[in-house]
C-alpha cells in the first residue's frame, strides 16, 4: 500500500514553454502532498504543500506565480513550471501524507527529471 | 531554526562490514524522525519512522535508534544491495512546516 505515482518520469522542453507534472496516490486517499525540489548530490527541499480543494502554501523564495499547483481530488496534485528556463532544471519529486493531520509519514513518488533547453 | 545534519557524507564498506551512519537534530519539540533510503534517480523510499527517545526499530539488514539528540541507522553484514543515499528527516512538533530533510550519506558497499 502507500504507492505514490508520477508522470512523466522524465520531460525535455525549450525554454518559455509550460511543463505539468502530475502526482496520484495510488491506492489512498491524500488531503496533503508535497513538492519537492533536488539538485544533483543534495538533498529535498520543500517547495510547496498541497492540500485539496484549497491553495497552496509555499515555503519561502519559492514563486507561486512560476510554480503553479493544484490539488483537484484527493487522489491527484499537479505541479505545473510556467515559463520554463534552464535554472528550473532539476528532480521534482513528490509526497502524499497517508492519514491525517496527526499522521506523519510521508510516501514519495518516484520522481520527474526536468530539462530545460 | 531546526536543523539535521548527516555524517558521514559518503560511507564505503566491504560487503558484510558493519557500521552506522548518524543523524544529529535539533530542534524545538520533535513530533517525529524519518530514514528514507534513495537510489540514483528515484524517490525516496520510506524506511522507519521513530518518535521518542530509547526507540529501536528493525527491518532486515537495518536498524534505527533515537536519543534526544540524534539517531543511528546501524548496517549489520551490508550488500552491494544496500548501496543508496540515506536522507534522515524530522517533524518538528508545534510548526506548520513539514519535514526538514538532512543532505544524506551516500553509502557504497563493495563485492
Known amino acids: 500500500g502507500a504507492v505514490v505515482s508520477q508522470h512523466p518520469s522524465w520531460v525535455i522542453c525549450k525554454s518559455g514553454t509550460s511543463v505539468k507534472i502530475e502526482c496520484r496516490s495510488l491506492?489512498?486517499?491524500?488531503?496533503?502532498m508535497f513538492w519537492y525540489r533536488q539538485f544533483p548530490k543534495q538533498s529535498l527541499m520543500l517547495m510547496a504543500t498541497?492540500?485539496?480543494?484549497?491553495?497552496?502554501?509555499?515555503e519561502q523564495g519559492v514563486e507561486k506565480d512560476k510554480f503553479l499547483i493544484n490539488h483537484a481530488s484527493l487522489t491527484l496534485s499537479t505541479l505545473t513550471v510556467t515559463s520554463a528556463h534552464p535554472e528550473d532544471s532539476s528532480f521534482y519529486i513528490c509526497?502524499?501524507?497517508?492519514?491525517?493531520?496527526?499522521?506523519?509519514?510521508?510516501?514519495f513518488g518516484p520522481g520527474t527529471r526536468l530539462t530545460v533547453l | 531554526e531546526d536543523q539535521v545534519t548527516q555524517s558521514p557524507e559518503a560511507l564505503r564498506l566491504q560487503e558484510g562490514e558493519s557500521s552506522s551512519l548518524n543523524c544529529s537534530y535539533t530542534v524545538s519539540g520533535l513530533r517525529g524522525l524519518f530514514w528514507y533510503r534513495q537510489d540514483p534517480g528515484k524517490g525516496p523510499e520510506f524506511l522507519f519512522t521513530l518518535y521518542s527517545a530509547g526507540e529501536e526499530k528493525e527491518k532486515e539488514r537495518l536498524k534505527a535508534t533515537l536519543t534526544k539528540k540524534e539517531s543511528f541507522l546501524h548496517i549489520t553484514a551490508p550488500k552491494p544491495e544496500d548501496s543508496a543515499t540515506y536522507l534522515c528527516?524530522?517533524?518538528?512538533?508545534?510548526?506548520?512546516?513539514?519535514?526538514?530533510f538532512g543532505s544524506g550519506t551516500q553509502l557504497t558497499v563493495l563485492p
Open positions: 528527516a524530522v517533524h518538528p512538533s508545534g510548526s506548520a512546516r513539514q519535514l526538514t
Open positions: 491506492d489512498f486517499q491524500a488531503t496533503t
Open positions: 498541497s492540500n485539496e480543494g484549497s491553495k497552496a502554501t509555499y
Open positions: 509526497s502524499a501524507r497517508v492519514g491525517g493531520p496527526s499522521y506523519n509519514e510521508q510516501f
